[in-house]
């Protein structure tokens, strides 16, 4: 559906260059919820710009449904872009229309009649679910309303792709649930597909099924949801991670010496993460059973991505020592990631 191949993008400021996006080739599926990940100034917004040619790339091509962009005149430009729809983090609404008045906008000049607009226009609205504030201006809207206002507008060309350009960055955590549970049921039941660039694993966690994770203008690491996750092989892959579990915390607890944290003789901590999509077992309750072992557990993070659960438990074992080997290697041969965190068992 969309093509980027070889993409790089320099803009030129106070003599100096910078090279905002770097030979990034990606490919987007129809259909798909394709996340971009990245810090400030990583160069997400400059490369989602460059498929819709907001932004003209430097070097590479960009295809999307067919057709290179590059290639097209202006006329044929203006008539593609009109199939790729774009929300952004401000939602961009024009104060002095009615939300009725914002929606309607795009669809000026499109060879509908008044009539036919209007139906649409309460068509679009119903579908994002705010079809009673066709009358209100947007300053009396919550931001939430706002880009739902945004969404309606960004689909009355009927697109194939929406780009969404840090679209809940400016929404509390519930508003931010709520819009993109609207995302994924506009991409079911349109089947459009829909890029999402943002700062926040968690958003990428909700509904993307790829993210491509970008630093200094390169694209550093991509691929399913769920095995980015699982097994990110870059540093940054896995800052963005952490910002999503409290795994992480037992680091910090053992750095305070926290009382949580002291073992008695024989007792160890570990960290137990699913890394596979098949651990669907109750692990723990049969690791303690099998091996009588106790896990007491620290910590527990467990979401269900793509449909299979992610994250991980932090616990203290005790137990019989080889009762304990036994059943970590259990848990490994189950494929569940085990790491020994801090050993009471070395001192016995
Ligand atoms: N029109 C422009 N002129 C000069 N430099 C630009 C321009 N647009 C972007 N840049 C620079 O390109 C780099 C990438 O910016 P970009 O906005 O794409 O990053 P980003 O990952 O989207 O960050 P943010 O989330 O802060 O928008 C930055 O160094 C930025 O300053």
Known sequence: MIELTHI???????GRTVHAV??????????EIFG??????????TLVRCINLLERPTSGSVTVDGKEMTALSARELRQARKKIGMIFQHFNLMPSRTVFGNVAYPLRGSGLSREQIADKVHRLLELVGIG???EAYPKQLSGGQKQR?????????DPNVLLCDEATSALDPQTTKAILRLLKNLNEKLGITVVIITHEMAVVKEICDRVAVMEHGRVVEQGEVFNVFADPRQEITRSFIHTTSNLRKIEELIEEDSPVVQLKPGELIVRLSYIQR??????????SRKFDIVLNIIFSDIAIVQNAPIG????????????ITQAIAYLIEKNVGVEVIRDARISE
Do not use: H
């Open 149 to 157: 206002v945004a969404i309606a507008r960004a689909l009355a060309n």
């Open 36 to 45: 971009i990940i990245g810090f400030s100034g990583a160069g997400k917004s």
């Open 8 to 14: 790089s993008k320099n803009f030129v400021s106070g």
């Open 22 to 31: 770097q030979d990034v080739s990606l490919s987007i599926g129809k259909g």
């Open 312 to 323: 991980g438990t932090v616990a203290i074992i005790s137990g019989e020592r080889e009762q």
């Open 278 to 287: 098949n651990v669907s077992e109750p692990l723990i309750s049969t690791v």
């Open 132 to 134: 009673d504030k066709a």
